[in-house]
């Protein structure tokens, strides 16, 4: 078995670079799912989630890769008004340019794989994708916040409104203005 082998079989969310001459590479595709386990070592906003991600390559010369990343699938990420988690839909398009260098880095639009190692990690880029691709405002439809997390939130309000209505038609409201869902 060999050392590439090896690692891949260690880390399957990568793509040997190497692997094949420049041009055998171009037009290949490539499938990953990045799970629970791989949100969770990003520690990210995203706590948990399944995407799918198809990967082809469509340009792949002179130490230059360029790849469609389709992503597809579901993710957790805090509610920003109760923070429990809301459960957001994916399905996004995106171009990941990659090219061989010395050390790894990320400048937002090409993405330095070292050459010695020559494999693409994909789980971050997907991760990045993910991210830029969710709505703005991420919070759950009217009336299915967290009451429990709202309360130890909202504690000291609670406190000070003397259990005069019981409801609370207060949250209900914020939650309902129309906000959510445009993306
Ligand atoms: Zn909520």
Known sequence: MSTVQREMERNPLTIDLLDALDAQLEGKAFDFVVDDAVFQAIDGLVTKGTVHAHVVCKKARQAVYVFDVHSEGTVCVPCDRCLADVE????????????????????????????????????????????????????????????????????????????????????????????????
């Open 88 to 183: 957001l839909r994916i399905d996004t398009t995106d171009e990941l340019t990659v090219r061989l260098g010395d050390t790894y880095e990320d400048d937002g639009d090409v993405l330095t794989v070292p050459e010695q190692e020559g494999l693409l990690d994909i789980s971050l880029p997907v991760y990045e994708f993910v991210v830029l691709n969710m709505p703005i405002r991420r919070i759950h439809e009217p009336g299915k916040c967290d009451n429990a997390m709202m309360e130890v939130f909202d504690g000291h309000q609670a406190a000070r409104s003397s259990r005069e209505g019981g409801e609370e038609d207060d949250s209900a409201d914020d939650c309902g203005d129309g906000d959510y869902g445009t993306s």
